[in-house]
């Protein structure tokens, strides 16, 4: 399975992205996703998640409210909305499926996209 990344880019402060993440090479529907962002000096760190099963969502306190996670089964992809960006929302977002739901270790992902940078400025 491979997972492709997209929708990164430069906003201002208030702006908003559509990240999507693409699997190929097999269905992922039983996977549950997760999306992780990475600053600069900074761990990864997961911002959210979905379940497979149900598509009960985690978020991270920081863009609780601004951030929706979401998947579509028949097109194989997960998509994060951002909005009401910030400029600390500045990182590089990364995608990940895997068997267990919000797990925050990198190590309990079984596949991994890219990367997308955003970059919000003030």
């Known amino acids: 399975v491979q997972l492709q990344a997209s929708g990164g880019g430069s906003v201002q402060a208030g702006g908003s992205l559509r990240l999507s993440c693409v699997a190929s090479g097999r269905t992922v529907s039983t996977s549950n996703w997760g999306w992780f962002r990475q600053a600069p000096g900074k761990e990864r760190t997961l911002v959210a998640a979905?379940?497979?099963?149900?598509?009960?969502?985690y978020y991270e306190d920081s863009v609780k409210g601004r951030f929706t996670i979401s998947r579509d089964n028949d097109k194989n992809t997960a998509y994060l909305q951002m909005s009401s960006l910030k400029p600390e929302d500045t990182a590089t977002y990364y995608c990940?499926?895997?068997?267990?739901?919000?797990?925050?270790?990198?190590?309990?992902?079984?596949?991994w996209g890219q990367g997308t940078q955003v970059t919000v400025s003030s």
């Open positions: 979905i379940r497979w099963r149900d598509s009960k969502t």
């Open positions: 990940a499926a895997g068997q267990i739901f919000r797990a925050q270790a990198i190590r309990d992902y079984d596949y």
